[in-house]
């Protein structure tokens, strides 16, 4: 059987409201030559039986105890096929041309990786009219900084050879809210890419987003940026200082304005006053809402 020349995969928990038309937009494709795996990861409702109910032979279905939206991810990377990689969250879609304009980028510039804007969308898959523009600055340090869009929805978003894969590029089994960003880092310090300009991703929006689990946001972003440190991104001591300032910012605003809990927030202010003193003028709304919007619901 030849191999495909692009894999999709499809995380899926619960998602039985969503998956058809996230995978009816991957059918809509202008590009054909490709694999769909989606993998549920242990739902409870009709996902597994939608998932088996399409009838075409570049659909394939993992099946596996519920392990988080990483660890289903990592499953549908060891049954891909393809050349070139690519990630879909079970509620989003893509446009028509989403793959074959970024097979196009990546083989005109010879890079590892691509990725676009993204257009978000109502609990419909309506447009709203907001698209997240990508960065075209260094995608590395606009990560670490964490104030700015870098790859928004990298994984509704992003097309990667498979050599970043062959050469380490996985996801952190124990992250889950900040998963999209610890991939973005790696493929970002390592392996070259473009932005495609516009957007090609709808990115769902789903009512009470914006409340997600701070804990799980704290837990996940510490480990984050444990991570960058160790990798020695956060090297220069000045720039350490900054980011965490914004690390702890971010924290400490979610706690005040998702969560409504001001005593939680706080030590998390305070840390990051003594991190960067500079970090008081800076607001804090429109970053919370960022983040948490392009946080996986999962």
Same mark, same amino acid.
């Given at each position: 059987m +030849?191999?495909?020349?692009?894999?999709?995969?499809?995380? %899926?928990?619960?998602?039985q409201s969503f998956l058809s038309e996230t995978v009816n937009?991957? &059918? %809509?494709? +202008?590009?054909?030559d490709w694999e769909l795996i989606i993998?549920?990861?242990?739902? +409870? /409702?009709?996902t597994l039986r939608i998932a088996h109910g399409f009838e075409d032979d570049r659909i394939k279905v993992v099946d596996q105890t519920n392990a988080g939206v990483s660890a289903a991810r990592n499953a549908g990377l060891a049954a891909s096929k393809g050349t070139f990689i690519s990630f879909l969250d079970? /509620? /989003?879609a893509m446009i028509p041309s989403n793959i074959a304009m970024k097979l196009a980028c990546l083989k005109e510039n010879s890079v590892d990786w691509v990725f676009s804007d993204i257009a978000l969308c109502d609990e419909f898959l309506n447009p709203t009219g907001k698209? &997240?523009?990508?960065? /075209?600055?260094d995608t590395l340090t606009t990560i670490l900084t964490n104030v700015d869009p870098a790859v928004p929805g990298a994984c509704s978003n992003v097309m990667v050879h498979r050599r970043c894969y062959e050469n380490g590029v996985f996801f952190d089994e124990h992250l889950s809210n900040a998963a999209d960003q610890d991939f973005s880092m790696q493929l970002a310090a390592g392996?070259?890419?473009?932005? &495609?300009?516009g957007a090609y991703s709808l990115y769902r929006v789903l009512p009470g987003s914006m409340s997600k689990n701070i804990t799980l946001y704290q837990k996940d972003h510490l480990r984050l940026f444990n991570k960058a440190r160790q990798r020695g991104h956060l090297n220069d001591p000045r720039f350490r200082r900054m980011c965490m300032a914004n690390v702890y910012w971010a924290i400490g605003g979610s706690w005040w304005l998702l969560a409504e809990r001001p005593l939680r927030a706080l030590p998390f202010f305070f840390k990051a006053f003594l991190s960067s003193p500079k970090i008081i003028i800076r607001p804090i709304r429109n970053r919370i809402w960022m983040q948490h919007y392009l946080a996986p619901s999962r």
């Open positions: +030849t191999k495909p020349e692009v894999s999709i995969i499809i995380p %899926a928990y619960n998602a937009s991957v &059918l %809509a494709q +202008t590009h054909a993998v549920n990861d242990g739902s +409870t /409702d009709g079970a /509620d /989003d698209v &997240l523009e990508g960065n /075209d600055n392996f070259s890419h473009r932005r &495609l300009v």
